[in-house]
């Protein structure tokens, strides 16, 4: 069964761009969390969709967003992008939403300049 | 507001050595705890996942505790490899009215050959 996958692996943008991650969840799967790693503050919880229905969401600015297809693939969107949004992005599904195991990809590297 | 701390931040020891990893937790109010292991530059990997009913879960050389009423969950390697170097993270699902997942700060162990 193949993993979790997200595109693109490496992104370079400019301030005031907007930028879209991609990520598709294990098959079966209907649970989609996105986080943010920096090395400042770790690893944040952005917002969680499943059914399509964002169900979580962390505490970052209104910039950040994504959705959920129907099927399950989600997209994240970061609008007007600032410095301080460099960061890994990671995607994780799960079978259910909440209690179930997280299986995370490999990450979408953002740069911002 | 849940905060999960670990501790050591980083380890460094011969291989070959059992070591313990531990994870705390501010909110006993979880659904389960999860611990990850994360190689530079790479997304999580799963480690072991003890919903709140069990004391303990065991997967080869690896076995993770969780204590609820103290708020601590601890990772044990045994018989250690420089394989095993990388970063551990616990992470909490918590079972408030708002679930959202928090993550430990890590702890970046070395196993020296």
């Known amino acids: 069964k193949a993993g979790v996958t997200q595109t693109p692996r490496y992104l370079i943008k400019t301030r005031g761009q907007q930028v879209t991650l991609s990520c598709s969840p294990i098959s079966g799967h209907r649970s989609v969390s996105w986080y943010q790693q920096t090395p400042g503050q770790g690893l944040q919880f952005l917002f969680e969709?499943?059914?399509?229905?964002?169900?979580n969401k962390g505490n970052f600015p209104g910039r950040f967003s994504g959705r959920q297809f129907s099927n399950s693939r989600s997209e994240m969107n970061v609008s007007t992008l600032e410095l301080g949004d460099s960061a890994l992005y990671l995607c994780?599904?799960?079978?259910?939403?909440?209690?179930?195991?997280?299986?995370f990809g490999p990450g979408t590297r953002l740069t911002v300049t | 507001k849940q905060e999960v701390t670990q501790i050591p931040a980083a380890l460094s020891v011969p291989e070959g050595e059992n070591l313990v990893l531990n994870c705390s937790f501010t909110?006993?109010?979880?659904?389960?705890l999860q611990w990850f292991r994360q190689d530079p530059g790479k997304g999580l990997t799963s480690l072991l996942l003890?919903?709140?009913?069990?004391r303990e879960q065991t997967s080869g050389r690896l076995n993770a505790s969780l204590d609820k009423s103290s708020g601590r969950s601890t990772l044990y390697i045994a018989a250690s490899q420089p394989g095993d170097s990388a970063t551990y993270l616990c992470a909490v699902l918590g079972s408030g009215g708002y679930q959202k997942v928090t993550f430990g700060t890590g702890t970046k162990l070395q196993v020296i050959p």
């Open positions: 909110d006993s109010a979880i659904y389960n």
């Open positions: 969709y499943f059914s399509e229905t964002q169900r």
């Open positions: 994780a599904s799960s079978l259910n939403q909440g209690v179930s195991e997280q299986y």
């Open positions: 003890i919903q709140s009913s069990q």
